[in-house]
């Protein structure tokens, strides 16, 4: 691991150079960062203090637990704090709305913030910085990763955790009722089906019914049906593609899903499929280990992972960036704060945070043996697959993403009750223009 930090100190080292050099001349609008000389002078940000702001998430408590490492090859001294995913969103708001120059670097969620982030112009554009150093080689990340940390074509934050939408299963009620796999929608429908035996407490398909929690899930749907949530400025929530996507979805909780599912997320959910008493489970690949976890359930040996089944438009599961790392447009020093973000997602502290199952974003790691030591072989190579193509993201894009979440899990929710789901689309599409119409100023 030493060695591995010294050969990105070096290519880091040789980029910051040539970018202070270039200010010196009058090549920059930031301060140079100053090295010292002799012994010091491979520690260019000697002195320097960094404010970091982190989830309170498994790879936030990884890179804290590396910190040390880069403060001693850099001389920098960073100071992380943490927060709740709520009360981070907050506290950045907050701050960046009183135009604070802290933290200079952050975790957030690119789904939820990027776009508003990024047009009250609280986000520092990335693309000058990620071609410095060679040996970063920003090619090696997803690019539907890329793609989610990406608005109005800059490149706003580095992705640093995956989540693409997969389909668990019951290898052992499969193999007994001889049933294949699904790799189609109707395939995923006639095994559910087959499955569902309410009697003995053994439903055919668990997922995210709670309104606002489902919108991401019925986007893999939606997509592989054609549909969209909007599409050229437009809601498509209502066009055939959208709404037989959605009604896949809805009749598959309605009729073949557990009690109570209008009130689940997806800790419910894959509650349900860990104790036993579903056949197939729908959600991101990230949260296996709720499943998989031999001390939480009692299939541990008996899951099966598979790629999303195909609808008519294929297969078009989300494969998105859930969590990324920013920097503040107003960091007083940004060559140091890209020191870190380099640091943080280069391809050696990204196979470590993986190894601790932390779903990295560079293609590099998951090819590497090592970079699937954290992963069941069967999910690895699913996630491989689906890191492939999908879709980069699994929300609307629009600045109020909670408003849109709610008018549109509203139309599965009345479709899972019983109503007609096509007016529950025509009522939620025109909700949704309104709300488009609005943040366009129209």
């Not at 009058?26 to 982190?54: C, H, M, R, W, Y």
Request: charge should be negative; hydrophobic fraction near 40%.
């Amino acid at each position: 691991m030493k060695r591995k930090m010294k050969r990105w100190m070096q290519g880091t080292l040789a980029a910051v150079l040539a970018v202070s050099m270039l200010s010196a001349c009058g090549g920059g609008n930031d301060k140079p960062s100053q090295g010292v000389e002799g012994e010091g002078a491979a520690k260019p940000f000697q002195g320097k203090k960094l404010s970091i702001a982190t989830a309170n998430h498994p790879w936030g408590d990884a890179i804290k637990e590396l910190i040390p490492q880069f403060e001693e090859e850099t001389g920098m001294k960073v100071d992380v704090q943490s927060y709740f995913e709520d009360q981070l969103s907050q506290k950045l708001t907050v701050q960046f709305t009183s135009g604070s120059a802290t933290p200079d670097v952050f975790m957030y969620s690119p789904l939820q913030h990027a776009k508003q982030f990024y047009n009250n112009g609280w986000l520092q554009p990335l693309d000058e910085y990620v071609t410095k150093n060679a040996d970063y080689d920003f090619e090696d990340f997803s690019k539907a990763s890329v793609s989610t940390n990406t608005i109005d074509g800059k490149i706003v934050g580095i992705p640093t955790i995956t989540e693409q939408h997969i389909l668990y299963y019951r290898k052992d009620l499969l193999e007994e009722a001889n049933i294949a796999v699904p790799k189609t929608m109707d395939e995923l429908l006639a095994a559910a089906k087959a499955l569902h035996d309410p009697s003995k407490e053994m439903y055919g398909f668990s997922a995210r019914g709670q309104r606002s929690a489902l919108v991401s899930q019925i986007s893999s749907f939606m997509y592989s049906e054609g549909g969209e949530f909007m599409r050229d400025g437009k809601a498509f929530l209502n066009s055939p593609e959208s709404v037989k996507g959605m009604n896949t979805y809805a009749t598959l909780l309605r009729d073949f899903g557990p009690p109570g599912v209008l009130n689940m997320s997806w800790p419910q959910a894959i509650g349900v499929f860990a104790q036993g008493k579903s056949a197939f489970f729908a959600d991101v690949n990230s949260i296996y280990l709720n499943a998989a976890d031999p001390e939480k359930s009692t299939i541990s040996d008996q899951i099966g992972y598979a790629v999303f089944p195909a609808g008519d438009a294929g297969s078009q599961p989300f494969n998105i960036a859930s969590w990324g790392i920013a920097m503040n447009a107003k960091a007083a020093d940004k060559d140091a704060a890209w020191a870190f973000i380099e640091w943080a997602t280069s391809k050696e502290i990204m196979l470590e945070t993986q190894k601790l199952g932390n779903p990295g974003s560079r293609l590099s790691v998951w090819a590497s043996p090592e970079g699937t030591v954290a992963f069941p072989k069967e999910l690895a190579e699913v996630t491989m697959e689906t890191q492939k193509g999908g879709v980069d993201h699994s929300l609307p894009q629009v600045n109020a993403v909670g408003e849109a979440r709610d008018i549109i899990g509203s139309i599965v929710q009345r479709a899972i009750t019983g109503e007609d789901i096509q007016a529950a689309a025509d009522q939620a599409n025109k909700e949704f223009q309104a709300l488009i119409d609005n943040e366009s100023g129209q």
